[in-house]
């Protein structure tokens, strides 16, 4: 399945006017992340991206986080579905050691979601997250989706008075990217309303 088959899957404009901010996408993960932004931008989205997390202490992250969110969110326009590349977040971080990739990757997952939700998805009383996990095969990929669907869980309830939802999406080691392009897509559309504190674990039997 290519990028574009959430158009044929999809109807066209269905995420017209949607604001999306994609973040944490880089090198580690570029044809996952191409293929989600192409996705919901030919169904009518508007993806910004939020750049990887700086290095540093977790306040120097958090506070570049906060500047990047409410420089998007400028001028009243609210984000509507934040979508972060947890997988390409622990990519980037290997260099630094298995361990701390992992570190980074859920503190960062963290971090661009609390800086979206406090600027943009709590006073609107709306909002959406998913996260995309680590493929099977990398280094730590099977802790990384346990913690993220842990915090999908605790975040659904936690915030569900704000009607904010979140899920975790756990590609395979051959996933296409197409599919978790298309997953993506369909749950920003108004059906993936319904989805909430679950995983949706595309890793086949065995995982």
Not at 5 to 26: E, H, K, N, V
Not at 148 to 171: F, G, K, M
């Amino acid at each position: 399945m290519s990028a574009t088959d959430a158009t044929r899957l999809l109807r066209p404009g269905l995420l017209d006017g949607m604001r999306i901010a994609l973040a944490g996408a880089g090198e580690g993960s570029a044809p996952t992340a191409g293929a989600v932004s192409g996705a919901c931008e030919a169904l009518g989205g508007e993806v910004l991206e939020l750049a990887e997390p700086v290095a540093g202490e977790p306040e120097v992250q958090e506070a570049h986080i906060d500047r990047e969110v409410q420089e998007i969110c400028a001028g009243g326009r609210p984000i509507d579905l934040l979508i972060v590349d947890a997988g390409a977040i622990h990519e980037g971080a290997l260099a630094g050691g298995e361990r701390a990739a992992l570190a980074a990757c859920l503190s960062a997952s963290w971090s661009f979601t609390r800086a979206v939700a406090n600027v943009a998805f709590i006073p609107a009383s709306r909002g959406r997250v998913i996260y995309l996990a680590p493929r099977t095969g990398a280094e730590h990929a099977a802790a990384a989706v346990s913690a993220l669907e842990n915090l999908a869980r605790t975040l659904s309830i936690e915030w569900s008075r704000h009607r904010v939802t979140t899920v975790a999406i756990a590609p395979g080691a051959g996933t296409p990217a197409g599919e978790v392009a298309a997953l993506c897509a369909y749950l920003a559309s108004p059906a993936g309303a319904y989805f909430s504190g679950c995983l949706l674990d595309l890793r086949g039997p065995g995982s």
